[in-house]
């Protein structure tokens, strides 16, 4: 064996000493900080290149060690959602959307936050929500703190809605089912102002495509719309009843009874402006 393989073992097999450090009555090695061992001896009879002992760590060499891992482990987490976000949604103002920010103000937040917190369940079981109600009360908002929990958990989330996907899936594009596809493949699909869509035939027969599609892959679809129930329940035509059954077969409709906030901001801001014009 040579000189520089020996020495290899040797750094391999031996802890190395700081200045406090010092031997114990049992002959191993200690840690001159915290008293434990940075040494522990090989089972009874078994040495290795001739020595009865190997390194171990110390509670503070542990301590640090876990501490640089939580470390990197925080620095991946965050880098992890940071790219899931950015992802998930156009408007990089929707990242803000969170239950921490909310007003508190809306009585559905509660079924927001439970439907979040029991994802897991959600997902086993394949149930999604139909957010329904009046404009302005925060379906959207709300839909979004979903999303941006479930991605604080690493769990992918896409939230878009029936404008960009009929704008993406023109009469020209012909990579339609892969789209489709990729739009399934997420855990969670959030579609925003359903029933907001154009009226073609063209586009309805793209929404049901989606739906559809999203039906038969069992994951869970959030979707928020201004419609009335009713109006989803009991369509006028074929095209469009095809596509609410799918709907309502996937989402548990949840009425959504808040204000409308974009009124009260619109007023607020009014009379904001009325009192600085008075001074």
């Known amino acids: 064996m040579t000189s520089e393989i020996k020495d290899i073992l040797e750094n391999m097999t031996t802890a190395a000493p700081e200045m406090e450090d010092y031997i114990g009555e049992d002959g191993l090695l200690y840690c001159g900080k915290c008293h434990t061992p940075k040494e522990a001896y090989f089972p009874e009879g078994?040495?290795?290149?001739?020595?009865?002992?190997?390194?171990?760590?110390?509670?503070?060499?542990?301590?640090?060690?876990?501490q640089r891992?939580?470390?990197?482990?925080?620095?991946?987490?965050?880098?992890?959602?940071?790219?899931?976000?950015?992802?998930?949604?156009?408007?990089?103002?929707?990242?803000?959307?969170?239950?921490?920010?909310?007003?508190?103000?809306?009585?559905?937040?509660?079924?927001?936050?439970?439907?979040?917190?029991?994802?897991?369940?959600?997902?086993?079981?394949?149930?999604?929500?139909?957010?329904?109600?009046n404009v302005g009360n925060g379906k959207s908002y709300l839909a979004g703190c979903i999303a941006n929990a479930l991605m604080e958990k690493e769990v992918p989330v896409y939230m878009t809605n029936f404008a960009v996907i009929l704008g993406d899936l023109s009469p020209g594009f012909t990579g339609r089912n892969e789209y489709i596809s990729?739009?399934?493949?997420?855990?969670?699909?959030?579609i925003?102002?359903?029933?907001?869509?154009?009226?073609?035939?063209?586009?309805?027969?793209?929404?049901?495509?989606?739906?559809?599609?999203?039906?038969?892959?069992?994951?869970?679809?959030?979707?928020?719309?201004n419609r009335p129930l009713d109006e989803l329940k009991k369509?006028?035509?074929?095209?469009?009843?095809?596509?609410?059954?799918?709907l309502l077969s996937m989402c548990v409709p949840i009425r959504f009874t808040g204000v409308n906030f974009r009124q009260e901001t619109a007023k607020r801001k009014m009379e904001t402006m009325k009192k600085l014009l008075a001074e």
């Not at 790219?83 to 927001?112: C, H, V």
């Not at 990729?182 to 959030?190: A, K, S, T, W």
Request: hydrophobic share 30%.
């Open 46 to 66: 078994k040495e290795l290149f001739g020595r009865d002992r190997h390194p171990a760590e110390c509670d503070c060499q542990r301590a640090a060690r876990e």
């Open 192 to 225: 925003d102002d359903f029933g907001m869509e154009r009226g073609t035939d063209y586009g309805l027969e793209q929404v049901f495509h989606v739906i559809d599609t999203r039906y038969r892959s069992n994951k869970p679809l959030i979707a928020t719309t």
């Open 69 to 133: 891992q939580a470390a990197e482990e925080h620095r991946r987490h965050v880098e992890a959602v940071e790219n899931l976000k950015q992802r998930a949604f156009a408007d990089s103002a929707m990242q803000q959307w969170t239950f921490e920010n909310d007003n508190g103000r809306n009585p559905q937040t509660g079924i927001a936050r439970r439907y979040a917190e029991h994802w897991e369940e959600m997902q086993a079981e394949n149930i999604g929500c139909l957010f329904w109600g």
């Open 235 to 246: 369509p006028t035509d074929t095209a469009h009843s095809r596509i609410y059954d799918r």
């Open 182 to 190: 990729r739009l399934c493949r997420y855990p969670l699909l959030i």
